[in-house]
């Protein structure tokens, strides 16, 4: 564990470890100095995570987010020995129109997506008023703002963070505490690899004004931001890191970039 960095001697737990932005995540905070607990299901991915980073900064820790009783357990182990940041990120996303939502992803979704940050929040929550700070921050998406279709249940889990967020950002806040969403915008990740194909690419980027999807790592400086020293006042806040996509919307594609409107020649 190195001892420089912006987050140095400060102890994180990340979810969702093991891939895409939580492994960014992880990794860009122990690359500051941070002692990471990194959680996931998958231990070989944790594994390797730990070896990669500076020795000793990446604690793995194998957990199914969706049992509670496990996680309450691991959050109040980690939160007494000190918890200074606390990155809800594990997420699953099905793809399925709101008609075709099955019970069982609907559940798993909620569960994964909401309670999890919920019930880890709470408990973390409890170590971080009694200690008097803290940090959390929840990844949510674009998605908890528009429908973006076919994720039936995966857009209302998101709407349920950002709420939650606020909710604590608003309770916590007096004790110290801050409480922020992440928003990401599309991108590259496990979660996205199976749809990026010319076609998706063709319909989707006309939608992204900086045209390219995002790369893990351009998630993660974003969640440091909010954890770090330097978003003091920051607190109940969502940062939409979406490539400008939910700034607008092009009203017709005869106005997309590139395209020459004819010139009016209507007296004005
Ligand atoms: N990629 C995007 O375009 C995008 C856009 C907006 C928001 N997001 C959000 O960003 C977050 C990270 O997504 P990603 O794109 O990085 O996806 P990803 O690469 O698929 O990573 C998801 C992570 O969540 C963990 N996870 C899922 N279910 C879990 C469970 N029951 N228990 C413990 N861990 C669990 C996975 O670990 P294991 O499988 O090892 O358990 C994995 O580490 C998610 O909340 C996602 O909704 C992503």
Redesign the pocket.
């Known amino acids: 564990m190195t001892t420089e960095g912006r987050f140095a001697g400060r102890h994180v737990l990340v ?8 492994r960014a995540t992880a990794a860009a905070f122990a690359r500051e100095g941070a002692h990471v607990v990194a ?4 231990s070989s ?1 944790l594994e390797v995570l730990a070896r990669e980073a500076p020795a000793g900064s990446i604690e793995p820790v194998v ?4 049992d509670r009783t496990a996680l309450r357990s691991l959050i109040g182990r980690v939160a007494s020995r000190g918890l200074d940041v606390l990155v809800n ?5 099905f793809v399925e129109p709101i008609l075709e939502v099955s019970d069982e992803h609907w559940d798993d979704t909620l569960e ?2 909401l309670t999890a940050v919920f019930v880890a929040s709470q408990e973390a929550g409890r170590h971080m008023v009694a200690a008097g700070r803290g940090v959390i921050v929840n ?1 949510a ?3 908890a703002f528009v429908a973006e279709s076919p994720f039936g249940a995966y857009c209302p889990s998101k709407a349920g963070v950002v709420l939650l967020t606020k909710m604590l950002a608003f309770e916590l806040g007096p004790f110290g505490i801050r409480c922020n969403a992440l928003c ?4 590259v ?4 690899e199976p749809d990026l194909d010319d076609e998706f690419e063709t319909a989707y980027l006309p939608r992204i004004p900086l045209g390219r999807f995002s790369q ?1 790592e351009e998630q993660a400086e974003p969640v440091l931001f909010l954890a770090s020293d330097a978003a003091s006042y920051v607190n109940g806040a969502t940062l939409e890191v979406d490539g400008g996509q939910l700034s607008g919307f092009w009203y017709a594609p005869r106005y997309a970039p590139g395209y020459e409107p004819p010139r009016s020649t209507s007296a004005r």
């Open positions: 979810t969702g470890a093991t891939s895409g932005i939580g959680l996931g299901r998958r991915r957990l199914d987010m969706r990120n594990a997420g699953v996303a994964t997506n990844v998406s674009v998605d990401p915008g599309m991108t990740t496990e979660m996205t893990a």
